[in-house]
């Protein structure tokens, strides 16, 4: 089986996914930059907010109705917003073993900081602005009441997504030796094993600090864990496997455009831009929608357990990515 997922990446990575980028170069040089920015971006939205969601909210409730039957209930919100880390597992897997380079695993590190800032401010913005549009300004006023009287779980969910993000800049920091806002020039390829090493402990120490905080928030307030609304949640392994294709191909299809951007505007982006590359950036925020879905769709809810699953966009699946790249060092130390 494992042999098989790996042909299957070494198919995506050779023939699919450079072709695509050949394509799109070539459609680029034939119709000329204004169309050729014109077509990208309707595909880009059609993707982003349309294939996106959809199958996002297709495998995490698929995924909650699984945990729910094969676990107990308060396992749901992790697995949820485990779910939505897939994307990054798997362009990682994707360099890895279909690439054979490293870089894969600043994937789920960089999308560290998208997560936080999607989840506690963009995400509670477009939900209002949602709600102003539909004239439903109760819901607002029901939100803000529901944030006050909830400070202290939000404050939690932000001071551990803020804990993780530094453990994945330390990560970061380990492998690259430079910050991950800056463009470094040593080679993701043959790191020593002192490097993997540390970075890997690192990982999973964020990993188990996480952990043992949470297990004492779900011993002091176990109902923000078990009465999560799950009138959507389907235990479908057929449903969830759906989703999950669906929505890694979203992310792999929308990496390629920007690759292709990344070729073609770099000089332009890093002139105005403070990140690296513009494939950074973006790459990150393409990672990181599937958690905003899943966060504006629970702070719709307005109930404190919902509230939790939406903050855990950023919290739990920060420590989902810490986990993610500390199993793809994990491996590279391997071989």
Known sequence: ????????????????????RNVLLELHHSIGEIPFLAFTLLIVIVVSFGAIPRSTELATS???GLAGSLWSNNQRTLVI?????????????????GLGRLGGIATP???NLSNIYLIFLVSPIALICKWILKLKNRNIKFLMVLAKREKKLIYWHMMMSLLMFGFASSVYWILTGT?????????????????????TTVCFCGVGIFLFFESKLKYSRPELYEDIADA???????????????LCLSCYILNDFFAVWSELY?????????????????????????EMTVAVGNYERLSSPDLNTALGSASQSCM?????AGLGGQYQSCI
């Open 1 to 20: 089986m494992v042999k098989l997922f790996i042909s299957i990446l070494n198919i995506i990575v050779l023939f699919l996914m450079p072709d695509l």
């Open 62 to 64: 698929s995924a909650a």
């Open 81 to 97: 917003n485990s779910t939505t880390n897939l994307p990054e597992l798997g362009i990682m897997l994707v360099s890895l073993f």
């Open 109 to 111: 590190l960089g999308s």
């Open 179 to 199: 910050c991950q806002f800056f463009h470094h020039s040593r080679v993701s390829q043959g790191l020593d094993q002192t490097s993997l090493f540390t970075a």
């Open 232 to 246: 959507t949640f389907e235990a479908s392994w057929s449903r969830f496997f759906l989703g999950v294709v669906v």
């Open 266 to 290: 770099q000089a332009k982006f890093v002139q105005y831009s403070l990140f690296p590359t513009i494939h950074y950036f973006v790459g990150s925020l393409i990672s990181s929608l599937p």
């Open 320 to 324: 989902t990515n810490l986990l993610i």
